[in-house]
């Protein structure tokens, strides 16, 4: 059989995939919070924020993550917050298959006829990122797009579709 | 000695990132190439809703929004499996489902379409597959409505979809068209699929589904990506 093609999630999607965190009357499935920060001694915080080719804020946006360690997965609009950031919950998480600590990521907006794959990796494990085998087939100048940084709050990680940041998207 | 991989995404039916009739892929889609990587555990798990609870009324888009009365427009029932590339269907999965009302208007702060809302839609549900990968779901037949993209653009009737199936590799996004629709021609995101892909968007008016005195049917089937066996490295 042959695969549905993707479309566009769209600029509507808010109320269908993330109606609690755009105050619509439905109940969320899936939302930003991984962990709950407030029982999680461990719990951190990622955002990060989605820029266009001509480095503007992209304010409908959907982002993913999926925590393959332990099994959690959190979905957040770029439209809600007032610098357009996605904003996360979580702890980072452990090794799986020998790799860097990463979360896997994907990107859906309007504009995007189908939807983009990448990784999240955090700064503070370098030692374990230079020997990671998926951040090692990226080109070095590109891997620190997969990088987000750890800041006093927590790790910021922007996504940039295209210009001389752009983020490294994966076929998987 | 062979594995089961799963299989790529078919370029041959999916669009492309850059679409320049669809406007606003021009400065969104990605400009440098995609880096392929070999599936980790990471990307061969994904999340499992298998045991969420679902709302009585999640299904029922024509009743889960209720707030004087019935909504307004075409009652149906749309219906369908979900399938793997192979041919089997996908129990236990989750589908996600928004739409227009009848009027072709979002009930989304952002859509200023000068059509009216309709009190007692909301135009979102979700449903499970079952034991056999089987869905069905209660709607009103979505309005077109026009859209920015060029001089008299309007998006043909379409319902949106979001499923899972077994891992982050089978995610799907997509839309429903429905038979016969005029707009079909024109509109650049269904023509950004290429064309051995578009039959594959359009659902089929199905009389067998069709409840009498109560709402015409329709069947779509979905098919994620599948497996397939390949030999195993031999390093
Ligand atoms: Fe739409």
């Known amino acids: 059989m042959l695969q549905t093609p993707s479309q566009t999630v769209g600029p509507y999607f808010a109320y269908g995939l993330t109606p609690e965190q755009y105050l619509y009357d439905f109940k969320s499935l899936v939302g930003n919070q991984l962990v709950n920060p407030l029982d999680e001694p461990e719990a951190i915080t990622i955002s990060g924020q989605v820029y266009d080719g001509n480095g503007n804020l992209i304010p409908d946006a959907m982002i993913e993550v999926w925590d393959a360690y332990n099994r959690r997965f959190g979905r957040f609009g ?9 904003v996360f919950h979580t702890v980072k998480p452990g090794s799986v298959d020998g790799q860097a600590p990463h979360l896997s990521v994907i990107v859906f907006m309007r504009g995007q006829l189908i939807h983009a794959y990448t990784r999240l990796y955090f700064s503070d494990e370098a030692a374990a990122n230079a020997q990671d085998t998926v951040l090692n087939q990226v080109p070095a100048e590109r891997r620190s797009t997969l990088i987000a940084r750890q800041t006093g709050g927590g790790y910021v990680f922007d996504i940039h579709m295209q210009g001389e940041y752009e983020t490294v998207f994966f076929d998987i | 000695m062979s594995q089961l991989v ?7 039916v ?10 606003s892929t021009v400065l969104r889609a990605p400009s440098k190439p995609l880096v392929v990587i070999k599936h980790s555990l990471s990307e061969l798990t994904g999340p499992v809703f298998g045991d969420i609870h679902l709302g009585a009324l999640d299904h029922d888009l024509t009743k889960n929004a209720r707030k004087n009365g019935e909504p307004l427009g075409e009652r149906i029932v749309v219906h369908g499996y979900v399938y793997d ?4 269907t996908i129990p236990n999965t989750l589908v996600e489902i928004w739409q227009a009302n009848a009027a072709g208007r979002y009930v989304h702060k952002v859509d200023q379409h000068d059509a009216p809302l309709d009190p007692n839609f909301l135009g979102t549900g979700r449903v499970m597959t079952d034991a056999n990968g089987y869905y069905k779901f209660y709607t009103i037949k979505p309005g077109a409505y ?3 993209n060029h001089y008299n653009a309007w998006r043909p009737n379409h319902i949106h979809f979001s499923l899972f199936g077994p891992n982050i590799t089978t995610r799907l996004v997509t839309q429903m068209y429905f038979p016969g629709d005029p707009l079909l021609q024109y509109d650049p995101i269904f023509l950004g699929v290429p064309p051995k892909g578009r039959d594959l968007l359009i659902s089929g008016f199905d009389l067998g589904i069709t409840e009498p005195d109560f709402a015409l049917g329709y069947r779509f089937d979905f098919v994620l990506r599948g497996q397939k066996a390949t030999p195993f490295e031999t390093v």
């Open chain 2, 14 to 23: 999916h669009p492309p990132y850059l679409s320049p009739d669809y406007k």
């Open chain 1, 78 to 86: 770029t439209g809600t917050d007032a610098q357009n950031r996605f």
């Open chain 2, 85 to 88: 590339e192979n041919g089997r």
């Open chain 2, 146 to 148: 026009p859209w920015g």
């Open chain 2, 6 to 12: 799963y299989n790529a995404f078919d370029r041959d």
